[in-house]
């Protein structure tokens, strides 16, 4: 046996060895030293793709780990000769991505991933820009590093695997080291699995890309990657376009100005799943929310707002980058997309802004890293920056814990230097563990406490100098199924709150014009006298360009559309329209499939 486990020891220490030494490599090839990276920065990148080197590794080390596993049983074993094919073809596939990867680069500007295989249909097209003896030298080097790679491997493995006589113990033995394998390749134990985000590091694009294995940036995003452009094609392009037009105007002067200086310092509080269904004054279950409904009369309350997704990691897309939510995949799971989008963290600090986002849960969570650091948020703050102790939640840190530590940030902030911070709370989630215990219910009660935390913290940043300079912007990532007797999806579901406090607010007001979570981006940066036309799916709602007031809504493979003639929400599986009230409309059908459309063509046309 411990021939078999040394084998296996060695395979993937060699493979992982592979990846590691491709770092460098990759850094070089790019012009490392020209773009000033320093030899710690070297060692930075490969520390910090260390992981994702051993998941990929491990994903690798599978197939030699099952052949020993059946080797276990036969009283002569050929592992040599089982495994060269395998050998042959890992060496070859794992060079040849090194090598397009790394030629690739300079001239995408981002890891490989699966869009390369848009480009395979016209390969004459794709290899325009290069030189036949390009081609051929890189040829070159991928087949000889294939050939030192498969050598290898092939040395280091025994020819013959002698049986053994405790075949059942060593069975049970290798499929313990199995289970080790598979932490390997999942990431850790912890919520999130391993992804491209958990080795992203720093705001150095560069450095970020040079630690990702290409391998499995390539592997990770096959199964997301598609035209998708051709998706939701309902209309012929003329009759898309003459519906989509003027939907969202991204001009135009505010008719109302709510603050009274042009820079504020602006923390934006993403409120996890605190849906209308827990605001009295929208309808929801009373009692839950008593600051919410006390902070409303104090700043601006948004009282007709819709949450243009359904899951934390669209969410905050939508609304840190005004950006369309999407039935069928998350933007955040595909850098390769969620890099070209605009940001108000982007827009702010070319203004001059210090960006930082807080996080108690963990940030590797679904590429949320990779997205924050991508879009400008020069500081993060987690999971991992608080102790163990503080840990209580199944989630991460509770939001009383989280909530001091953002005010104890903010009071150190110099008056001076206008920032901008963002806070993801998480208390409010799944399984709703919270030490608090007003409400006997325990979802609630849940949302009671983050109301409490808010409501505190609220109070207390008054008491600082910085509340005079200060825009607070607080909304739900989403919205919340609740009661869970109501059907899924229900449009009520996704009515979410939004409140605009703090001392650079002139006055109290109340706006119940209809609009998107999407909206706040371009409605603040509107405010701000920050152009905003990037922010194709934004609107300024206090614009005098906002003339057609509606909503818009994805959820799992479905959409809904609202305005001020009802709603209409259609699922895609089945192409059924669920609700249509108060009455059939076939306009408001129209429409929402012309922004689905459009959405995903915006996507596809993103590279």
Aim: charged share 20%; glycine share 8%.
């Amino acid at each position: 046996m411990k021939k078999r486990i040394a084998y296996l020891i060695a395979f993937f220490a060699m493979v992982l060895g592979c990846f590691l030494i491709q770092k460098p490599l990759f850094m070089l090839y790019n012009d490392a030293v020209e773009k000033g990276v320093s030899p710690a920065d070297f060692g930075r990148v490969i520390l910090h793709g260390f992981t994702l080197d051993a998941t990929t590794a491990g994903y690798l080390t599978v197939i030699p780990w099952l052949v020993i596993l059946i080797s276990i049983w036969f009283r002569q074993f050929p592992l040599r000769k089982i495994l060269t094919g395998y050998y042959v073809l890992i060496s070859f596939l794992v060079m040849l991505i090194f090598i397009v990867d790394m030629a690739l680069y300079p001239f995408w500007g981002f890891k490989l991933d699966a869009s390369i295989f848009l480009y395979m249909d016209s390969p004459k097209n794709a290899l325009a820009s290069v030189s036949t003896g390009f081609i051929i030298l890189r040829i070159f080097i991928m087949l000889l590093l294939s050939a030192l790679m498969m050598v290898g491997l092939y040395k280091l493995t025994p020819q013959r695997l002698a049986g053994t006589s405790r075949r059942v113990t060593g069975s049970a033995g290798m499929i313990l080291l199995g289970g080790l394998l598979f932490v390997v390749i999942r990431g850790g134990v912890t919520e999130s699995t391993a992804n491209i985000g958990q080795v992203y590091f720093c705001n150095n694009e560069f450095l970020n890309h040079s630690a990702v294995n290409p391998a499995f940036s390539l592997l990770a995003s096959a199964g997301k990657t598609e035209n998708y452009a051709s998706e939701f094609d309902f209309f012929d392009e003329e009759k898309r376009k003459e519906l989509f037009e003027g939907l969202y105007p991204t001009e135009g002067e505010n008719a109302v100005e709510l603050l009274n200086t042009r820079r504020p310092n602006i923390l934006i509080i993403l409120v996890e799943g605190y849906g209308g269904v827990f605001i009295e004054s929208l309808g929801g279950v009373p009692g839950v929310s008593p600051n919410w409904e006390r902070l409303s009369k104090e700043g601006v309350f948004f009282t007709n707002c819709y949450a243009n997704s359904f899951r934390t990691d669209r969410g905050t897309i939508c609304t840190f980058s005004g950006y369309q939510g999407f039935p069928t995949l998350s933007v955040m799971k595909i850098p390769a997309k969620s890099r070209t989008l605009p940001s108000i963290a982007g827009k702010l600090v070319k203004e001059g802004y210090v960006t930082d986002f807080l996080y108690g849960g963990d940030i590797n969570f679904t590429n949320m890293k990779s997205y924050l650091l991508g879009s400008g948020y020069q500081k993060l703050t987690a999971d991992v920056d608080f102790s163990l102790k503080e840990r209580q939640n199944p989630w991460g840190v509770n939001d009383d814990i989280t909530f001091e530590y953002l005010y104890n940030e903010i009071k150190k902030q110099p008056l001076s230097q206008r920032w901008h911070t963002a806070f993801l709370t998480l208390s409010s989630h799944e399984p709703f563990e919270v030490p608090y215990h007003r409400l006997e219910e325990k979802i609630p009660n849940a949302f009671a406490f983050t109301d409490e935390c808010l409501g505190k913290f609220i109070d207390k940043l008054k008491q600082l100098p910085q509340w005079k300079d200060l825009l607070v912007i607080c909304l739900p990532d989403h919205g919340f199924h609740y009661p869970v007797s109501e059907p899924n999806n229900t449009p009520r579901i996704h009515h979410i709150p939004m409140l605009w406090l703090g001392g650079a607010i002139k006055q109290p007001a109340v706006v119940d014009k209809l609009m998107n979570q999407t909206d706040m981006a371009a409605t603040l940066l509107g405010q701000l006298g920050i152009d905003h036309r990037e922010f194709n799916f934004s609107r300024n709602v206090l614009g005098k360009e906002y003339t057609y007031p509606f909503a818009y809504y994805t959820y799992n493979n479905g959409f809904a559309f609202r305005d001020s003639t009802g709603v209409t929400q259609v699922d895609n599986n089945s192409g059924k329209t669920l609700v249509d009230e108060p009455a059939p409309s076939l306009r408001r059908m129209e429409l929402g499939k012309a922004i689905l459309q459009s959405s995903y063509d915006d996507l596809g046309e993103r590279q």
